[in-house]
């Protein structure tokens, strides 16, 4: 394919399709999840406007979620403070996620870059990173993924907000680990030889330690950037 | 349907918005770092850890809070994936052990 020859990132209409249809294993998980929230809204005495408004400026699950329990009838500065803070600390992952991915996305032109960036999400941050390892040049995949995302992540919110959750307990089902799953399963493209294992193997240790002494997901960010430094700190080995 | 849906009030649209910057922030801010930072060898070996860095300290942590039949779920995934190659079949292994291993009671 001529798109592995291409000397600079593109998007293109084929990329963009090719990042939906990569979408689809992570549809059921969005949906249960999307609804979840409008469920968790509706508890909490957002309107359906609010709870829509959430996913589709916010879109950020995590987030959005864990931001609900600041959430009050009466804002503040103090409180308005508080809950952008908290999404800063849930959402901090993304930082190193976009970090990962500048190479791949530079010479973009940045009026796409910009705004098409806000469509970053833990899945499509994925099959992003995974097709990349495979070469793929095109932006399209990150980007095509993230409009489908976000049709079925802002859609998704209606049914949990009238009718409760979609399913009664999404625990039964591992539902709470679609995304651990995941990138667990993605570890194996991902790693590429031997010289991974000891900055892995430090992301792993310092994310574990952080998660048991630190309450909040610090842990990721401490974790991933440990493994990072690690990489970047160690003697190269000569080959042979 | 406008009843259905109610209104934003302003105040509640505001914190939305914040939250939405400070989302966008993050997401850009990544990117924005890193076309400021020269691209050495050294950063270059850090970037390519990077991913798999983030997945590992992702996963562990939930993996060993939720429990052996978490565990379990993420070695079939990673088992799955090993043999076929394909995440759909990572995915459906890991939800299956973990499905069956909770019903199972672990």
């Known amino acids: 394919m001529d798109a592995e020859a291409a000397p600079r990132p593109f998007v293109s209409r084929d990329g963009m399709m090719l990042g939906a249809r990569l979408t689809v294993p992570f549809i059921p998980g969005l949906v249960i999840y999307g609804s979840a929230f409008g469920t968790a809204a509706a508890q909490k005495g957002l309107t359906l406007s609010e709870s829509m408004l959430s996913s589709a400026i916010v879109f950020a699950g995590a987030a959005q979620l864990v931001s609900l329990e600041l959430w009050r009838d009466n804002w503040t500065f103090a409180s308005i403070l508080a809950i952008t803070l908290l999404v800063m600390t849930v959402n901090a992952r993304m930082l190193l996620m976009g970090a990962s991915l500048q190479p791949w996305l530079h010479g973009i032109d940045g009026r796409v870059l910009w705004p098409g960036i806000h469509l970053m999400t833990d899945a499509n941050w994925i099959i992003a990173e995974r097709y990349r390892s495979d070469g793929g040049r095109d932006a399209g995949v990150l980007f095509g993924s993230g409009v489908l995302q976000w049709i079925i992540w802002v859609l998704a919110v209606i049914p949990g907000y009238m009718a409760g959750s979609l399913v009664e307990e999404p625990r039964r089902y591992g539902l709470d680990l679609v995304m651990p799953i995941i990138f667990a399963g993605m570890l194996v493209p991902i790693w590429k030889g031997k010289q991974d294992l000891v900055p892995w193997g430090v992301a792993g240790a310092v994310a574990l330690t952080t998660s048991a002494l630190v309450p909040g997901y610090a842990f990721i960010v401490a974790g991933a950037l440990s493994g990072a430094l690690t990489a970047a700190l160690l003697p190269v080995r000569d080959h042979g | ?106």
């Open chain 2, 1 to 106: 349907m406008a009843d259905l849906l109610g209104p934003v009030a302003p105040d509640a649209a505001l914190a939305l918005i914040c939250m939405a910057f400070a989302t966008w922030l993050c997401r850009a801010g990544g990117v924005w770092l890193m076309t400021h930072v020269p691209i050495t060898p050294r950063v270059r070996r850090g970037l390519s850890a990077l991913p798999g860095s983030i997945m590992i300290a992702t996963v562990l942590p939930i993996a060993v809070k939720s429990g052996p039949a978490a565990i379990a779920a993420l070695v079939a995934a990673i088992l799955a994936m090993l043999k076929w190659r394909k995440e759909v079949i990572a995915l459906g292994a890991g939800l299956l052990t973990v499905s069956l291993l909770r019903a199972a009671g672990l």
